[in-house]
């Protein structure tokens, strides 16, 4: 199960977002560049998953 904080944001999407950041800036904020490319879509696949955490429905216990 995935964790997510008060936001709706886990660990993982937290640090995808400190990889963009960082590739972003050494690639002189070239946005084609390869390394922000991959950077970006590794944090998009994390929110993704945070969103479907989110969105999944909680299952019922079952009823005795």
Not at 3 to 27: K, V
Request: glycine share 4%; net charge negative.
């Amino acid at each position: 199960m995935r964790e997510l904080n008060a936001c709706g944001f886990s660990s993982e999407t937290i640090a995808a977002e400190y990889e963009t950041d960082a590739a972003l800036a050494e690639a002189g904020y070239d946005l084609e560049d390869p390394y922000f490319t991959a950077a970006w879509k590794a944090e998009e696949a994390h929110r993704a998953a945070d969103w479907e955490a989110q969105h999944r429905p909680v299952a019922e216990e079952p009823r005795p």
